[in-house]
């Protein structure tokens, strides 16, 4: 029992010194570094693929004709769920996990609904997905459940320093049951964002890195007042959202101002090689919001 015990311990140091270096690695180069420890450690390989956030990808739904995103929460073994269509691709067996009646309607009008938010707040280049899901531990779905918004955005590069940009926006909600017409949302949302800046007079800059902010509310639904599940959390994730942006420039601008300000470099040349460096990123930044 104690060799057990040591294994354990042992494995759970594994993990977290894998998941501190996977902390500190840049989001554009996340899914190489992941592969590689998975390399190092395999018998971790799990773990680590359920504990790191990845880049999402794109995948297309042949049979809607639209594109939607996959992550863990629409996959079946190799296979992806469309919110459009609700099918795997490619076919998943005879048991793969659809949502109930109830949760179907959810996501369809969720994906309709975000579907506009990300066009009004994301315009072209991105995508959008939602998946709703029942949650462990509780039957009656209409009392409990799970969600999961997703936003895709690749950023246009056909002009000044930017060679290449993705913005990724993550969203999932635990909702609980709390008394009568109340309910408690559990907000998790994770951005990671990227962006690859080049030119002659400023060298090579990647600025890639990612945030995680958590909030919890308890809002009551109304028929007669006209709020329900879907605004609540569509609320939540609009206010996560200019939250995290907000904090991510003010990031962004601060370090690179404190690496500009070690360079030896007078005061003028300073402080026009920063100017021109935070043209770029607020470019760049507004391009990928």
Not at 29 to 37: D, M, R
Not at 146 to 163: F, M, N, P, Y
Not at 239 to 260: P, V
Request: proline content about 3%; aromatic content about 8%.
């Amino acid at each position: 029992i104690s060799s057990v015990g040591n294994m354990a311990e042992e494995d759970q140091k594994k993990l977290t010194s894998a998941l501190n270096i996977m902390r500190r690695m840049a989001p554009s180069t996340i899914e190489n570094s992941l592969a590689g420890l998975c390399e190092l450690v395999p018998d971790l390989t799990d773990d680590l693929l359920n504990n790191v956030d990845q880049p999402l990808s794109v995948e297309v739904d042949r049979k809607a004709e639209k594109k939607y995103i996959s992550c863990d929460y629409n996959r079946d073994g190799d296979s992806f769920r469309s919110p459009w269509s609700n099918t795997y691709f490619p076919p998943a067996e005879s048991d793969a996990l659809y949502p109930s009646k109830y949760l179907r309607q959810l996501e369809v009008d969720a994906n309709a609904i975000f579907d506009v938010y990300r066009k009004l707040y994301f315009e072209g280049g991105s995508y959008s997905s939602v998946y709703f899901f029942s949650v462990e531990g509780c039957p009656d779905e209409t009392k409990g459940f799970g969600a999961c918004w997703l936003i895709h955005k690749d950023v246009e590069t056909t002009d000044g320093s930017l060679r290449k940009g993705w913005w990724d926006s993550t969203h999932v909600f635990q909702v609980s049951h709390v008394k009568d017409d109340t309910f408690e949302y559990k907000l998790t949302s994770t951005v990671m964002i990227s962006m690859v800046m080049e030119d002659a007079k400023m060298g090579s800059c990647d600025l890639s890195g990612s945030m995680n902010k958590q909030k919890s509310e308890t809002k009551a639904i109304s028929k007669q007042k006209g709020t329900n599940h879907l605004i609540h959390m569509g609320t939540m994730i609009e206010n996560m959202d200019h939250r995290i942006r907000a904090e991510i420039m003010e990031i962004y601008f601060s370090k690179t101002r404190q690496i500009i300000d070690g360079m030896r470099l007078s005061s003028g040349a300073r402080n026009r090689q920063m100017d021109k460096i935070a043209a770029s990123l607020k470019d760049a930044l507004s391009k990928a919001k």
